[in-house]
């Protein structure tokens, strides 16, 4: 039917590209080091998010002139993004902002790039090719999110970072309308990850929708100071690395693989990340002392196939399920759940890590003595007490290995060990030492908090509390939201879906599935484990 209609393309056709800049446009050049945790995501590649909208009533509203002077007016308060970035100069000792593969964000000057605002139109209507949230989340509420190639509405301009490599005098924004023949629109924002987790993008554009539909004039303003989040380091200058720090780290939730030792068999998306910076060259001998080689990655069951893109929505009834079964403990009293504080989140990744095991596994899987990783990104921002209106990309990735047999059998020990991870892992002491040591690795992108080519691991990012799905352009919420963010097939993101209820899990919630190909069709076959908690 309509739900598996496959679009080969969209036949876009794009005007020629706009360069904008703020209507007051700063005198003041800045130049601004990233920060530590920012540093570590210059290899994250783009995040982009995608807003389809419904035609509104008010064709003011998706009016090129009312969508390009919001923005306009917006940079004023993120400047930011019409500068470029550029490498650090590395000066030995001269610090963490100094080291090999360091940057920095310059903007407010003359030759800024700007942002990239292009027109697009699309001969299609907008209500043919993505199908209205009671068709996604009707019916066992799973549907290909790529049946038509959506990546045709992301702006093709060259911008910093786009192929992982390029960077110099490039953008750092990009925004692409296409304007479908029903009037409905769909807006694409896209930014390198290392200025960008999912609290700043979605704070940019929830800022941009409140100007443009006139509920907002003014937008308060947002904290650019990479360096609040360096003064967080134990003993950030010191001049060698603390050992107890380091023990402290060993022993927390930030396991640390070392890409410089795994070049051997790495995919190429990776080789880059598993070089010493080109500042390091000539200097390897002489002036600095290496830390050794630390723990390598293991590429041997590295899955390279292009990934496709499913949405599986959960119903509010059905995450509460989950959580209910969660947090009965292992003695299947349901008072004692609060001692665990298991959250609904807790519970529904806890859930998710299983079914995504099980995927991976095939037909006749046996999990006896196989280990299992769960990955993912926790904000830090509310942890150390910073603005919520800092951008950049404040979180580390935390992980948890357990018995991939347990991962199967026990919702509530898997749910559980997510808790205890993001507990210790948010601990003052933990994060300072983690600062600590990270500012002082020879070079920021040097770790990894997963082994990319273990079998089983399973990496989720939440974008549940950001309000994503309620932002409003103009008088409606939008048709469908759609985030990629990083590497495609290593990350599955978890969107709320919008709604009156005062939390995300009232209203429901929506995965974004990646998989390769042979594991999406193990998924699909395999619904009866997904929906176990479905009434």
């Given at each position: 039917g309509f739900m598996d209609k496959v679009w080969e393309s969209l036949n876009i056709e794009r005007s020629p590209h706009e360069i904008l800049f703020p209507i007051v446009r700063s005198a003041k050049e800045q130049r601004l080091p990233l920060s530590?945790?920012?540093?570590?995501?210059?290899?994250?590649?783009?995040?982009?998010?995608?807003?389809f909208l419904d035609p509104e009533d008010d064709e003011m509203i998706f009016s090129q002139e009312n969508l390009t002077s919001t923005l306009r007016q917006l940079l004023e308060v993120y400047p930011h993004y019409c500068g470029t970035i550029e490498p650090q100069e590395f000066i030995p000792n001269g610090g963490p902002s100094h080291r090999p593969g360091c940057w920095a964000i310059r903007f407010g000057?003359?030759?800024?790039?700007?942002?990239?605002?292009?027109?697009?139109?699309?001969?299609?209507?907008?209500?043919?090719?993505?199908p209205s949230p009671a068709e996604r989340y009707g019916g066992d509420g799973i549907w290909n999110a790529r049946n038509a190639p959506l990546e045709q509405l992301r702006n093709i301009v060259p911008q910093a970072f786009w192929n992982y490599v390029d960077y110099i005098n490039?953008?750092?924004m990009a925004v692409q309308v296409t304007?479908?023949?029903?009037?409905?629109?769909?807006i694409n924002v896209q930014s390198p990850h290392c200025l960008n987790d999912a609290r700043t993008m979605c704070m940019f554009i929830r800022d941009w929708a409140n100007l443009c539909s006139h509920r907002l004039q003014h937008i308060e303003p947002i904290v650019i100071q990479p360096d609040l989040l360096d003064q967080k380091a134990f003993n950030?200058?010191?001049?060698?690395?603390?050992?107890?720090?380091?023990?402290?780290?060993?022993?927390?939730?930030?396991?640390?693989?070392?890409?410089?030792?795994?070049?051997?068999g790495a995919p190429a998306v990776f080789q880059m990340a598993c070089r010493p910076p080109f500042q390091l060259e000539n200097q390897l001998e002489n002036q600095l002392e290496i830390e050794p080689y630390g723990k390598p990655m293991n590429w041997r069951d590295y899955d390279s196939s292009t990934s496709v893109v499913y949405n599986v929505y959960f119903s509010p009834q059905e995450i509460q399920s989950i959580w209910e079964a969660a947090s009965q403990s292992s003695h299947g009293d349901s008072n004692s759940h609060n001692s665990h504080g298991i959250s609904h989140l807790d519970a529904l990744m806890a859930h998710l890590w299983a079914v995504h095991d099980r995927v991976t596994a095939g037909k006749n899987f046996n999990f006896q003595d196989e280990i299992s990783t769960f990955g993912f990104p926790i904000n830090l921002r509310p942890r150390l007490n910073l603005s919520d209106r800092m951008i950049g990309s404040p979180g580390i990735p935390v992980s948890k290995t357990i018995p991939a047999q347990t991962v199967q059998d026990s919702i509530g020990e898997a749910a559980r060990a997510i808790r205890q991870t993001i507990r210790e892992a948010s601990d003052p002491t933990n994060l300072a030492a983690y600062l600590h040591v990270a500012s002082h690795d020879t070079t920021p992108s040097r770790y990894s908090f997963i082994s990319w080519g273990q079998r089983y691991k399973t990496v989720i990012s939440s974008w549940v509390d950001q309000g994503l799905a309620n932002v409003q352009f103009g008088r409606k919420k939008p048709r469908y939201v759609d985030a990629v963010s990083v590497r495609m097939n290593l990350l599955n993101i978890c969107l709320d879906v919008g709604g009156d209820g005062s939390k995300w899990h009232e209203n429901g919630a929506c995965l974004h599935l990646q998989l390769s190909k042979d594991k999406m069709e193990e998924f699909l076959s395999n619904k009866e484990f997904l929906r176990r908690y479905k009434k």
């Open positions: 530590i945790i920012d540093n570590a995501m210059i290899a994250g590649g783009m995040v982009s998010v995608t807003y000057s003359s030759t800024d790039p700007g942002v990239i605002y292009q027109e697009a139109t699309c001969p299609h209507r907008l209500c043919d090719i993505i490039l953008p750092l304007r479908f023949q029903d009037d409905g629109i769909a950030l200058n010191s001049r060698k690395i603390n050992p107890l720090q380091l023990e402290i780290v060993e022993k927390s939730p930030m396991t640390r693989y070392d890409y410089w030792a795994s070049e051997e």
